[in-house]
C-alpha cells in the first residue's frame, strides 16, 4: 500500500516539475510598474460613489477601404460589451441599393468584458458608380432573461473604382551598370478590376524626360510585364513608370519610381554601396544585401579592403533583419495554429536576433508576440497538471481501498505501530500447543511430509527477518526492500493449498518483514 502511496506523490512532484519546466524562463524586457488607479471616492459634496461604467460598442478596424464593381469589400470589427449582463448580439446594415452585407457570424453571445471580432463583406455590385458609400452597421444587444437590451451602431466607408490601373515591380536588367550599356527597364502593369480595359497607356521617362511609351490590353484582374530599353549614361537618374487609362480616378498606384547613379572606378562602387544603405533605411534588406554584396567584391579588386568590410557588415545586417523577419513570421503562423510552444521558440529566437542588431522596438515587439505565446500556453499546461493530480489522487484512493480490504482493523494496528519495539517472534509453532521455540517448530516442519521448496523457502523468511531488524534497515534500506520484493516474487511462484499451516507461518514471517521494511519508508 505504501509503494502505491509513495507512486502517487511521485506522480504529483512530476506534474509540478512538468508545469514549471513547461514554460522557458526568458527574462522580459523591464516595462514601469503601472501604479494601481485609485479607487472612486465619493463626489464633492457627497453622493454616492460612481459604479463601473457600462458600454456597449461596434468599433471597425478599417472604417475606409477600397473597392471595385463586381468584387468583394471585406471589414473587420469588433463587439464589445461592459457592465452589463451575458448578451446576445444580433447585426444589421443599412446598404446603397443592390449591394448585399454578409456577417461571419450574427446572434451570438457576448459576455461581461468581452470583444468578438466578426467580419463584414460587403458585395458591390457590377453596375456602380465611382464614388465613396457609406454603410451603417447597427447592432442590438439583449439580455437572456430579457431585462436589458443595448444599441450601437458603426460607419463604414466603402470607395469603389470602375477602372483601376496600377504599375508595380520596378526591375532593372543589371544592379551596377556601366556608361554606355544597354538596360532593360520591366514593370508589371495591374488591372484590378473584373473587366477588360484597353487603351492601357504605359510610359518611361527618365529625369521627366519621355523616353518610350506602350498600349497594353488587360484582361479582366489580370497582370502582365512591359519592357523598355535605355542606354546608361555617367550620373545619377531618376526612372519614372507611370500608366494612364480613361476613368482610372485611383491614382496611388499607377507610377514607380527608382534612382540609379553611375560613375566610374571606385566612384562608382561608393555609389553602388551608398544606394545599398539607402535601401537598408527603407527596410529593403534582400536589394540592400545583393548591393552591399556586389559592392564588398567590387571593393576587394580595387584593394579597398576597409570599405569590402564596411560593405561586408552591411551585408550581415541585411541578413540579420531578413533572419528575424522570417521567424516572425513563422511565429504568427504557428501561433495562428495554436502551436504556442513552437510559436514561443521563433520568437524568442527573432528577439535574440533583434538584440544582436542593436534594434530596441523590433526587440519590445517581438518580445511583446513571446509574452502572449507563453501565456497563452498556461491554460493548456494548468490542465495537464490537474490531470496528472487527479491521476495521483485515484491511485492514493485505490491503494486505501486495497489495503483496507487486504488487512482487517486489527491486522493493520498492529502491523502498523511505529513504536519501537524487540522484534515480534515470526515463527509460529503448526500447533499451538507444541512449545514456542524455532528448533522444534522447524524440526516438526522438516520431519512431517512437507514440499521441499516450502520448507527451503520458509528457511529464507526465517534468515531474512533474523538479519533484517529495524536498526539495519534504517542503514540499508534499499538491500532490505530487494530482498523482500524478492522473496515476494518467490513466493508466488511456490505451490498453495497444500500444507496450510506452513504456508501460514510464511506468508506471517513475509507481512512482518513488509512491515519492518514499509514501516521505515
Same mark, same amino acid.
Given at each position: 500500500?505504501?509503494? *502505491? ?25 523591464? #516595462? ?18 460612481? #459604479? =463601473? ?91 437572456? #432573461? ?28 543589371? *544592379? ?17 478590376? /473584373? ?79 551608398? /544606394? ?21 567584391? /567590387? ?30 513570421? /513563422?511565429? #504568427? ?28 522596438? =523590433? ?159
Amino acid at each position: 500500500m505504501k509503494k *502505491l502511496i509513495a507512486f502517487a506523490l511521485a506522480v504529483v512532484v512530476l506534474g509540478v516539475v512538468l508545469q514549471i519546466g513547461a514554460v522557458p524562463v526568458i527574462p522580459p524586457i523591464p #516595462e514601469p510598474t503601472p501604479q494601481p488607479s485609485p479607487s472612486p471616492g465619493p463626489p464633492p459634496g457627497g453622493g454616492p460613489v460612481l #459604479e =463601473k461604467r457600462q458600454r456597449f460598442e461596434v468599433i471597425s478596424v478599417q472604417p475606409i477601404l477600397e473597392g471595385y464593381a463586381g468584387s468583394t469589400i471585406d471589414y473587420d470589427v469588433k463587439t464589445i460589451q461592459e457592465g452589463y449582463p451575458d448578451l446576445v448580439v444580433h447585426l444589421t446594415a443599412d446598404v446603397p441599393d443592390k449591394w448585399k452585407a454578409r456577417f461571419s457570424q450574427n446572434d451570438f453571445d457576448l459576455t461581461h468584458a468581452e470583444a468578438v471580432p466578426l467580419k463584414v463583406s460587403l458585395s458591390v455590385p457590377e453596375l456602380v458608380s465611382a464614388e465613396k458609400y457609406e454603410i451603417k452597421i447597427h447592432a442590438v444587444g439583449k439580455a437572456k #432573461e430579457g431585462s436589458v437590451e443595448v444599441k450601437a451602431s458603426a460607419t463604414l466607408t466603402a470607395t469603389t473604382y470602375i477602372v483601376d490601373v496600377g504599375i508595380m515591380n520596378l526591375q532593372l536588367s543589371s *544592379l551596377q551598370p556601366r556608361s554606355g550599356e544597354n538596360m532593360i527597364i520591366t514593370v508589371v502593369a495591374v488591372n484590378y478590376t /473584373q473587366r477588360i480595359i484597353s487603351d492601357v497607356v504605359v510610359e518611361f521617362l527618365v529625369n521627366n524626360n519621355l523616353v518610350s511609351r506602350q498600349t497594353v490590353t488587360l484582361p479582366a484582374g489580370t497582370s502582365q510585364p512591359v519592357t523598355f530599353g535605355w542606354t546608361a549614361q555617367s550620373g545619377t537618374s531618376t526612372f519614372l513608370v507611370r500608366s494612364q487609362t480613361q476613368g482610372d480616378s485611383n491614382r496611388k498606384n499607377d507610377s514607380v519610381t527608382q534612382k540609379i547613379t553611375i560613375g566610374s572606378g571606385i566612384e562608382q562602387v561608393d555609389l553602388l554601396y551608398q /544606394q545599398a544603405e539607402t535601401l537598408y533605411t527603407q527596410g529593403a534588406y534582400e536589394q540592400a544585401r545583393n548591393l552591399a554584396a556586389a559592392a564588398a567584391i /567590387q571593393y576587394r579588386e580595387m584593394g579597398e579592403l576597409n570599405k569590402a568590410a564596411e560593405a561586408d557588415r552591411l551585408q550581415a545586417l541585411c541578413n540579420s533583419y531578413m533572419g528575424a523577419q522570417k521567424l516572425m513570421g /513563422q511565429g #504568427e503562423q504557428a501561433f495562428q495554429a495554436e502551436n504556442y510552444e513552437q510559436a514561443a521558440q521563433h520568437f524568442e529566437d527573432a528577439r535574440n536576433l533583434y538584440i544582436e542588431i542593436g534594434d530596441t522596438e =523590433k526587440q519590445n515587439q517581438a518580445q511583446q508576440r513571446l509574452n502572449e505565446a507563453l501565456a497563452a500556453q498556461k491554460p493548456r499546461i494548468n490542465m495537464l497538471y490537474g490531470i496528472v493530480v487527479i491521476g495521483a489522487v485515484a491511485v492514493i484512493l485505490l491503494a486505501v481501498i486495497v489495503f483496507r480490504k487486504r488487512h482487517p482493523a486489527g491486522e493493520r494496528q498492529s502491523r502498523f505501530h511505529l513504536e519501537e519495539e524487540p522484534p515480534i517472534p515470526v515463527s509460529r509453532p503448526v500447533d499451538t500447543r507444541v512449545s514456542p521455540t524455532r528448533e522444534p517448530l522447524q524440526a516438526g516442519l522438516v520431519e512431517g511430509v512437507q514440499p521441499a521448496e516450502l520448507v527451503q523457502f520458509h528457511q529464507k523468511t526465517e534468515d531474512a527477518l533474523n538479519r533484517f531488524t529495524k536498526r539495519y534497515i534504517r542503514d540499508n534500506l534499499q538491500q532490505a526492500m530487494q530482498v523482500y520484493l524478492s522473496l515476494e516474487a518467490e513466493r508466488k511462484q511456490l505451490p498453495r493449498g497444500k500444507t496450510l499451516e506452513l504456508e501460514q507461518v510464511i506468508d506471517t514471517n513475509l507481512r512482518e518483514l513488509e512491515h519492518r521494511v514499509f514501516g521505515t519508508v
